[in-house]
């Protein structure tokens, strides 16, 4: 009488690579080791449950963002007057996606890599966008590899913004819809493209495909600033209030070259815990830039109802019902203010 079965992952990890362990099982109750056998099985069951609780994320999940790129640099001479690359035609026309690296775009991932290569080491699966400057990073930063190619990395749709200056933007759209950008840049979506809350749904797409297919690995993918905004948003679980004063600030810029490390593994007890607890925010190839140059625990928040009515106030009340209104509620005719679901 045999039972044979398989388990995909113990989550015990040395400092230098994941181990996936398999176990292949033969229970023959005919022999003496029907005890440890046993011992097995109820060990089996423990580390199943575990998985489905959430221990199945990667222990470290590594986030880079590519060097400068074509784009990149066209925007910071326009910012200071310098519109000479908005005026070339073939750059023009170009695609946001075919922007290659500049020089120093290369230098930075060539900095990147180097970090990656002694402060994390080898990693179990690797991820880049597949615009051309994350391909581009993701190969200077002369990892193992092999790359795969995902396009739910991609940068945010700038829709009808792409191939713009930011004096063109100012120039073709209404005062109104650059208002709009900078009162809400979270939930902001440019005429043709993606909110930031809209690219989140991308990346919630990223971290379920990395529960499924690397439960304990070492991950390493390649994106771009937007997304790297929209990993921590939902790693996090930081709230607009908490994005707008972050990307708002000089000192916590997620500039070129960025790297983001987030760990299940504790980096002073070396404990393993089910959710990517702790981060750490490098700028490899300039350290004044880093976020957080140590690891740092993530704090989720969570707030009490009062907390919750205190952040409510914050916004004044425009509308409200009238006396005659309140007092059709209460006599129980409800027909008048019948709400309209349109919102």
């Known amino acids: 009488f045999h039972f044979n079965f398989f388990y995909l992952d113990t989550g015990l990890h040395n400092t230098l690579s994941s181990i996936s362990i398999f176990f292949i099982w033969t229970l023959d109750c005919t022999t003496l080791l029907v005890p440890f056998q046993f011992f097995l099985f109820l060990l089996l069951i423990f580390q199943f449950f575990n998985y489905k609780m959430g221990e199945h994320m990667p222990i470290d999940l590594v986030l880079v963002r590519h060097g400068e790129s074509e784009g990149n640099l066209a925007q910071s001479k326009s910012v200071k007057g310098d519109e000479s690359a908005w005026k070339m035609d073939e750059f023009k026309a170009r695609h946001t996606s075919l922007y290659r690296l500049t ?79 900078d009162q809400d840049p979270f939930y902001f979506c440019p ?74 593994r504790n980096p002073k007890t070396g404990e393993i815990s089910a959710t990517l607890d702790w981060m750490r925010i490098i700028c490899p190839w300039d350290e004044s830039k880093s976020v957080h140059p140590t690891f740092v625990r993530i704090h989720r928040p969570t707030w009490t109802n009062e907390e919750l009515l205190k952040r409510v106030q914050v916004v004044p009340q425009l509308l409200n019902n009238t006396p005659d209104e309140l007092k059709e509620l209460k006599e129980g005719n409800v027909s008048a203010g019948e709400p309209d679901n349109t919102f």
């Open 191 to 264: 005429p043709g493209g993606e909110s930031i809350a809209n690219a989140c749904l991308r990346v919630n797409r990223v971290l379920s495909e990395l529960r499924n297919e690397c439960p304990g690995f070492k991950v390493v993918c390649v994106c771009h600033g937007n997304m790297m905004w929209g990993f921590r948003l939902c790693i996090e679980h930081m709230n607009q209030e908490k994005y707008r004063e972050l990307n708002s600030h000089a000192a916590t810029k997620l500039v070129n070259g960025t790297i983001i490390h987030y760990t299940r």
């Open 103 to 181: 020089d120093i775009g290369r230098d930075q991932a060539g900095y990147a890599g180097k970090w990656l290569r002694k402060n994390v080491g080898a990693f179990d699966k690797y991820y880049c966008s597949e615009y051309t400057r994350a391909m581009e990073t993701a190969a200077l930063l002369n990892l193992e590899g092999p790359w795969i190619s995902d396009f739910f990395l991609r940068e945010r749709d700038q829709g009808q913004f792409a191939s713009m200056s930011k004096a063109e933007r100012l120039k073709q759209f209404s005062d109104e819809v650059v208002s709009k950008r």
